[in-house]
């Protein structure tokens, strides 16, 4: 298979299986999540579960500062890495053409050197929170293999991505391939994987809020 061969099958029929893949993978999860179900509470409601659930929502996005003094380092290093992933994904020039060509909708991107410069922002976060991870005791000893291989399928996309866009060492459709196949990897991982939080973050922390909210307790 030529690297032309390679790019095309990439781009086309392994980026139609990962995307099923996808797809299905967080459709199951997020089924399995709500035909858990829960028991009818029999008690006296003492606040609303809708407000609060809300709330702690928005309240759970920024750490209070008794948690932040304890985990500054992970907060600190974790925030950076979501933002640099955020604006590299979505604003970047042709990732905002590959959202058209799926979902038919464009934006205006940000310039390239902005976006090279949040995307070696983001590396040197994840460096910094496995470098951490690895150093720190207790961290080390609740580390799993899947947090490892979280971690790995997270990173390969932006450095795929900055070596592609850099056209370092190879041709520029086997950089090109390497990195949308990493890309692919990540989307079919995710729904199996703590990766999956990015759909359930807020549907578990409108729940824990909810409780809270329905027995007059502060989430």
Known sequence: MSEIEFLSWVRGPGFQIATIIFIAGVFIRIAEILLLGRKANLAEAKGSEMSS?????????VPDKATFQRSAYTFTAGYIFHLGLFVT????APHILMFKDVIGISWPS????VVDAFTVVSIIALLVILAHRMSNTVLRFLTTGEDYLVWLVTFLPFITGYIAFHR????SPTLIAMHILSVE???????????????????????????????????
């Open 89 to 92: 994904i979505f604003f970047y």
């Open 185 to 219: 990897l990540l989307i079919i991982v995710l729904p199996f994987t703590k990766l999956m939080h990015s759909f359930t973050f807020v549907l578990s922390r409108w729940y824990g809020g909810a409780i809270s909210g329905y027995r007059g307790v502060k989430s």
């Open 53 to 61: 659930g809300l709330r702690t929502v928005l309240t759970r996005s």
């Open 110 to 113: 940000l310039p390239s050197p």
């Open 168 to 171: 370092m060492w190879l041709t």
